[in-house]
């Protein structure tokens, strides 16, 4: 009896293969944010075509001549929305200017636009943002303030305010300037978020602890970790300022029709809709793919930088 | 809920002064003859500039320019447009017509938003759900003026089934190309942001209870799930508003509907810089009070956001 009490003790037999639950693979790259990011995003297919889609819009507002040899700006009325013919493949406009060609050579105005008032807002917000977040108190309280004030005033209506007022200077750097200079408000939250988020980190601490001062640590430390968000926001902006170009042309504040951009192209050719259509809808594809790659590339970082959005997936 | 109210209203003063302050300075503070610049490519006659100085105190330093501007705003007075005018007249005239566009399309919008995200929601990652996120990234991508022009073609002129501008047919009826064409424009962000608060909400213990205690999912579903689902669409669509604004503007001058949108786009095609202003003015007190009204909503339906400081 006292024998059968005694707690038995349970052996594992020994043919049990041992399983290791603590193990670290050691032999793999130690993972951080943008890794993980990086293998999430290029299994994706979506990001390729989006990928493809930005650099061939790029090598048109580049090179516009690898992809057309036709003057845009030679136009012949005798062509008068003429049908697309042996060299012109989408045909010609009211003008009888070469519709493939123009919307070649207006990639590039449409991407400075977009690129220009995308950093434009970006390093206002980034900086606005930033010092709101870290800082904090007053100063917070006031840059919040004026940040909602441009806030509140949406940004399409002031950029119209503002080419009305520079009507005698309507170029690329004005109209950049009046879009992005209404336009950082949102980037500047994001920004501050990001800045507060960071600001209780161990490491920024640290850095203070260890003679850093305010600023140094601000650059060296909070910056980098608010790099994340402000390029999803800044892609999205991207897009959405090629879109803003193109609707400153319609509404007549645009870069005016010398110049040409995909705005001002789609503007010009709607009192043609009856006529010839496709003078719009042409320039309009081009537009509306070029704004749907970077408005994905902008949604994939975002989830793929997100560890719980792409746990979900 | 009433020291909210207060609190809010207080916090609107410097966002509204502030607002209009830079509106004012951007177009009356600029370097070289403001009155010049108000006209753009147009050559003004001396008498008229003249009228004009006198009428915006331009002899006055900047301040006090602006103190007459404010003050007019708080007396209802919104100034004159540029050909002589109140713009309280043509705000009377014009305003119902872009309130019903505006409701109509945000109604279409939130249909379609409703619908099309709980489906997506239910069916995550099937092909409807696909489907819809493509279709809604494609109307996100395409500025609104083109949509209007394209519908335009195609629905109007095309196939017939609606008229191709709106003029002085503007009433309730008058109106659905352009409603549909903004709403279109505007749902894929809202629909997006049901689906995901959908997919969030139905994992909530309290629809796990619902489903336990019996009911059907006919119930759950639009009671327990949907309602609690809507929150962050609405909110969004308040900070959507300003593009409601600006797309609004847009359909207005594609369909020649005679509101305030359309007036503000006549005004810009002809360069005349105090309507211009007047109206983004208008425009901007309505943004600013279309989201105090969506947050004292918010305060009424969640007494947790009465009380955070």
Not at chain 1, 280 to 288: C, D, E
Request: aromatic share 12%; with cysteine.
């Amino acid at each position: 009896m006292s024998s059968d009490s005694r707690a038995t003790h349970y052996v594992a037999p020994v043919e049990t293969t041992t399983i290791t639950v603590d193990a670290v693979k050691v032999a793999a790259k130690p993972s951080n944010l943008w890794s993980d990011a990086w293998r999430d995003i290029r299994s994706r297919p979506t990001f390729w075509i989006s990928i493809v889609i930005v650099i061939i819009v790029l090598l048109m507002s580049f090179w516009p001549t690898l992809f057309t040899h036709t003057d845009p700006t030679s136009c012949n009325l005798d062509y008068s929305n003429g049908a697309p013919s042996r060299g012109h493949p989408l045909g010609f406009t009211f003008q009888g200017c070469d519709i493939y060609a123009r919307i070649v050579w207006g990639t590039r105005v449409s991407v400075s636009v977009g690129l220009l008032a995308t950093i434009i807002g970006s390093v206002i917000g980034l900086i606005m943002g930033a010092i709101a977040g870290y800082y904090g108190g007053w100063l917070d309280s006031v840059l919040s303030r004026v940040g909602d004030i441009f806030f509140s005033i949406p940004y399409i209506l002031a950029a119209v305010v503002v080419m009305t007022v520079f009507a005698q200077y309507r170029n690329v750097l004005t109209l950049s300037v009046a879009i992005g200079g209404f336009a950082w408000a949102s980037t500047a939250r994001v920004v501050r978020a990001e800045v507060l988020r960071v600001r209780q980190a161990d490491f920024v601490t640290a850095s203070r602890a260890l003679g850093k001062s305010n600023f140094g640590t601000l650059v060296a430390h909070v910056f980098p970790n608010a790099v994340a968000p402000l390029l999803v926001v800044s892609t999205l902006s991207l897009a959405a300022a090629i879109v803003a170009e193109a609707t400153l042309a319609f509404l007549g504040v645009g870069l005016g029709d010398q110049v040409i951009s995909w705005g001002t192209e789609i503007s010009n050719a709607q009192t043609q809709i009856r006529v010839q259509p496709m003078s719009l809808i042409y320039p309009s594809i081009f537009l509306t793919v070029t704004v749907l790659a970077f408005i994905m590339l902008g949604e994939l970082i975002r989830d793929a930088l997100d560890p719980r959005a792409r746990a979900q997936r | 809920m009433f020291a909210y109210i207060v609190r809010r209203l207080l916090q609107l003063i410097p966002v509204f002064i502030g607002a209009t302050l830079l509106i004012y300075f951007l177009v009356f503070a600029m370097p070289g003859d403001p009155i010049a610049a108000l006209f753009g490519d147009k050559q003004p006659t001396p008498e008229l500039l003249a009228e004009l100085r006198a009428q915006y105190h331009l002899d006055q330093p900047f301040l006090v320019q602006y103190w007459y501007y404010l003050t007019g705003i708080f007396r209802g007075d919104l100034g004159t447009t540029f050909s002589g005018q109140s713009v309280n007249d043509v705000l009377a005239r014009t305003l119902p017509v872009t309130a019903r566009l505006a409701v109509m399309s945000i109604a279409i919008e939130f249909v379609l938003s409703i619908v099309i995200g709980t489906i997506s929601a239910l069916r995550k990652g099937k092909f409807f759900d696909n489907a819809a996120l493509i279709v809604g990234l494609v109307f996100l991508s395409v500025p609104v003026f083109v949509l209007g022009f394209v519908a335009q073609y195609f629905l109007a002129i095309k196939l017939g089934w609606f008229k191709a501008t709106v003029g002085a047919d503007n009433g309730w009826n008058g109106l659905w190309l352009p409603a549909i064409v903004l709403g279109v424009s505007l749902f894929a962000t809202s629909m997006r942001l049901m689906r995901g608060s959908v997919i969030e909400t139905r994992n909530q213990d309290w629809v796990r209870t619902a489903y336990s205690k019996g009911l059907s999912r006919g119930r759950v579903l639009p009671v327990h799930v949907m309602r609690n689902s809507l929150i962050p669409m609405i909110t969004n669509s308040a900070t959507n508003f300003g593009v409601l604004l600006v797309g609004a503007t847009v359909t207005e001058a594609v369909f020649n509907i005679p509101g305030v949108g359309n007036t503000l786009f006549q005004a810009t095609r002809q360069h005349e810089g105090p309507t211009i202003v007047s109206f983004v003015t208008v425009f901007v007190i309505l943004y600013v009070l279309v989201n105090l009204l969506v947050d004292l909503l918010y305060g009424l339906l969640d007494p947790r956001i009465r009380y955070v400081k």
